[in-house]
Nanobody, 127 residues
Framework: QVHLVESGGGSVQAGGSLRLSCVATGLFSASNCLAWFRQAPGKEYEGVAGISTQDGTTYYHDSVKGRFTVSQEYAKTTVYLQMSGLKSEDTAMYYC????????????????????WGQGTEVTVSS
């Protein structure tokens, strides 16, 4: 059974930084995708960043390119989202998600549905 637990959310002023963490257990595929989504109040879910556990390829939503960095630790069971240059529009609940991933772009959260989700961690950016 896949289980995802996020941590690291909080409140920060615009321009500040936060690092989110997600511990994934129970991943059964030889090739997995781990990703971050977010949902702002009154808005739909949005894929923010994704990473392939197989080869480390990363994917980003255009709105966070150059500001956010997704990475994984060596055992490939923890994924991080380093967020810098935060803006008020980054305020949202952030969710970690996972899916089995094969093929080009299969780990892009802006193009794929993900099967397993964590409970979320809240990020608030004040201007």
């Amino acid at each position: 059974q896949v289980h995802l637990v996020e941590s690291g959310g909080g409140s920060v002023q615009a321009g500040g930084s936060l690092r989110l963490s997600c511990v994934a257990t129970g991943l059964f595929s030889a090739s997995n995708c781990l990703a971050w989504f977010r949902q702002a109040p009154g808005k739909e879910y949005e894929g923010v960043a994704g990473i392939s556990t197989q080869d480390g390829t990363t994917y980003y939503h255009d709105s966070v390119k150059g500001r956010f960095t997704v990475s994984q630790e060596y055992a490939k069971t923890t994924v991080y989202l380093q967020m810098s240059g935060l803006k008020s529009e980054d305020t949202a609940m952030y969710y970690c998600a996972a899916r089995a991933g094969y093929g080009v772009n299969s780990c892009d959260p802006t193009k794929n549905n993900f099967d397993y989700w964590g409970q979320g961690t809240e990020v608030t950016v004040s201007s």
